[in-house]
């Protein structure tokens, strides 16, 4: 019944999405998190969040992306669609389909992860056993191939951004005390370079190709308030400024 629902939702979905196609001169942005609060299918599916952007992602006006946030049953879906734009309508690239247990809001965050000038995709996508962990899947806009792709172990990494010191992406996990990871996008996922972790110690690591570690540092912390530091670089170590 959960599978009936849910191609029957996809199938709705689809259907306005044709008919949006032959309107190609109306392209709209709708606002991020905006609330669909009349668009109930049944009392076991409905439609929890919308975002679209026509004007900020992959090639500027010429492409657009999709998310739909749906719940069916107690399970929770997210559909990504992203479009390139033809000579009469829209024509569709990639689908992507997740189960998401995100309990917030998708947050849509549009930016340029990996220095190409061209933007990529980020959204909230999952709920972290810490609260200041943020979870979010990371699209890579191909301008070769056209398409958004998935950086798979994207959700392994809490907290990521570009970091225009490195040309790289940090992250910041918070635990008992904290790390700060920096990895290269490879392929379709990220590779871990260099890690700062932070609890009693401070270790530096380097890591290899083949993910051997180098520790090349070990210092004793002693002030509390260093324990949860992020750093945007690890040789020498360098702080983000609050």
Not at 65 to 73: A, G, L, N, S
Not at 191 to 196: L, T, Y
Request: hydrophobic residues 35%; proline residues 2%.
């Amino acid at each position: 019944m959960k599978l009936y629902i849910l191609t029957f939702l996809i199938f709705l979905i689809s259907c306005s999405i044709k008919q949006s196609k032959k309107d190609n001169n109306n392209i709209q942005v709708t606002q991020p998190l905006e609330k669909v609060e009349s668009d109930t299918l049944s009392p076991n599916a409905e439609i929890i969040e919308t975002f679209t952007d026509s004007l900020n992602i992959g090639e500027k006006g010429n492409c657009k992306i999709e998310i739909i946030k749906h719940r069916v049953f107690d399970d929770t879906y997210v559909i990504i669609k992203f479009y390139t734009k033809g000579p009469a309508y829209w024509c569709i690239q990639n689908t992507y389909l997740y189960e998401c247990d995100g309990l917030m809001g998708l947050d849509p965050y549009i930016s340029d992860f990996n220095n190409d000038k061209f933007n990529d995709l980020t959204f909230i996508s999952a709920t972290a056993a810490r609260s200041a962990n943020e979870v979010r899947r990371l699209f890579i806009y191909d301008a070769q191939e056209k398409k958004l792709f998935s950086i798979l172990n994207s959700q392994d990494y809490p907290n990521m951004q570009y970091n225009k010191k490195l040309d790289c992406i940090d992250a910041f996990l918070v635990h008992g005390g904290s790390t700060t990871v920096f990895a290269k996008i490879i392929g379709d996922s990220l590779k871990e370079f260099a890690r700062v972790n932070n609890d009693n110690n401070r270790t530096v690591y380097e890591i290899d190709k083949s993910g051997k570690e180098k520790l090349i540092r070990k210092d004793t912390i002693t002030d509390l308030s260093k324990v949860y530091v992020r750093y945007k670089n690890y040789k020498p170590l360098e702080e983000y400024k609050k």
